[in-house]
Structure formats: structure tokens, C-alpha cells
């Protein structure tokens, strides 16, 4: 028997609308999921009886990751949310010129986007959750990305399906007004090949949840 916190029993009950005798499926994140039945006692507390437990290896491969200019607000939690759900391993909050927050406020939000990240993963049945790491600046996405560089979202890039096998999974995408002539001359198209995500002009969230999407059904 699992009791739930105050938090989950809420959501289950208030917001789901789940009632005593309902079936679900508990993740711990980490790789774990549980078959369970939801049973209440009394009218706070909440608890699942486990039926089964299934145990998730990680992907084989190294998964995805999305370093995504700082956005504002709620646009922010939106894209933690959706990438989170299409399979994204790592968002890397990018600290760019044209960041709308500054890191003092980034750090600030940044158990809020851990948060965002958790709860998705119970919206798409995911058993392993996504990581978000502490804010990083250009020089120093680069500098941890000397063995193999990434993919920068551009209007005038390559198609995702022309990538080659081996092509890299990290993807930068720029904060809304993009990445300046400075910073795109720290990407140097060698090793940070430009993607092209469609023939619309995208908003950096889409962007974000478009690539990744490409990204992880590519394998």
C-alpha cells in the first residue's frame, strides 16, 4: 500500500475526479511504474493498493536534449510540460542575450520547472523523467559540448530526415528574437549544423517541442 501526498491525493481526486476502486499507474520517475487501485479512508487521505511493478530500463541510446532560451512565464512552463511529454532527456535553461529572465530569476524558477517536469510525465505514462539542469550560458553549453557539438534550430538548415545516423542530440533553440550574430558565431556550422523545422516561422516553444519531436521519433 502506497499513501499518497497531499499534492498527488488532491490532484487525483479534485482534479481527476477520480474515485475508491478506480485503477492507475503510479511512476516514481526513476524508472518504475506500478499498476494500482485508488482507495480513500476517510476524507484527506488518500492510498493505492499496488498490483504489480514493472521496471523500465533507460533508452539504449543517450536520449535528447533541448537547451531552449530563457521564455517568460507561463511560456516557460508550457515548453518544460510539452517537451517533457514528447521524450526530451535534459532541458538546459539558456541563459542568451535575449533571454527574458535574468539567472538570479531563472534559479528562482528553476524547483517550479522541476515540478512543470515531474507532473508531465503522468500525463503521457512516462516512466523515466526528464532532467532539468541549472541555467547555462553560450560559452558554456560549448564548452561542455566540445566532444561532439549539437543541432541549432534555423530557418535556413537541413531538413531533420537529411541529418546523417550519428547526428548529434543536443538542439538549441534560441529565446524569442533568436540568438544574436555573437552568439550564432560560437556556434560554428561545423559542428553545430543548422535543422530546418518547417517552411513557418516557428515561436521559440514550438520550436523547442517541433525539434525534439523530430529528434526522438528519429531514434
Do not use: Y
Not at 480513500?40 to 499496488?50: D, L, M, P, W
Not at 538548415?157 to 541529418?163: A, H, V
Request: hydrophobic share 40%; glycine share 8%; net charge neutral.
Amino acid at each position: 500500500m502506497v499513501e499518497l501526498d497531499n499534492v498527488e491525493a488532491k490532484h487525483a481526486t479534485a482534479v481527476l475526479r477520480l474515485r475508491s476502486g478506480m485503477r492507475i499507474v503510479l511512476a516514481d520517475g526513476e524508472g518504475t511504474t506500478a499498476a494500482a487501485v485508488l482507495r480513500f479512508s476517510g476524507r484527506s487521505r488518500c492510498t493505492a493498493e499496488v498490483e504489480s511493478v514493472e521496471t523500465e530500463s533507460p533508452p539504449a541510446r543517450s536520449g535528447v536534449d533541448v537547451a531552449l532560451g530563457v521564455l517568460h512565464g507561463r511560456t516557460m512552463d508550457w515548453a518544460v510540460q510539452k517537451t517533457a511529454e514528447v521524450g526530451v532527456r535534459r532541458l538546459l535553461p539558456l541563459l542568451a542575450a535575449r533571454s527574458q529572465l535574468p539567472r538570479a530569476a531563472v534559479e528562482r524558477r528553476l524547483a517550479h520547472w522541476r515540478e512543470a517536469a515531474r507532473q508531465a510525465i503522468k500525463q503521457c505514462h512516462r516512466p523515466w523523467s526528464m532532467i532539468v539542469t541549472d541555467p547555462v550560458t553560450l560559452p558554456e553549453l560549448v564548452e561542455q559540448s566540445s566532444g561532439g557539438g549539437g543541432l541549432v534550430a534555423d530557418p535556413a538548415g537541413l531538413p531533420p530526415l537529411s541529418l546523417p545516423p550519428d547526428h548529434p542530440r543536443l538542439l538549441v533553440v534560441g529565446p524569442e528574437g533568436g540568438l544574436t550574430t555573437d552568439e550564432r558565431r560560437l556556434l560554428d556550422p561545423e559542428r553545430w549544423p543548422r535543422v530546418w523545422l518547417g517552411p513557418h516561422v516557428l515561436r521559440a516553444e514550438t520550436a523547442a517541442v517541433t525539434g525534439a519531436s523530430f529528434l526522438v521519433v528519429m531514434g
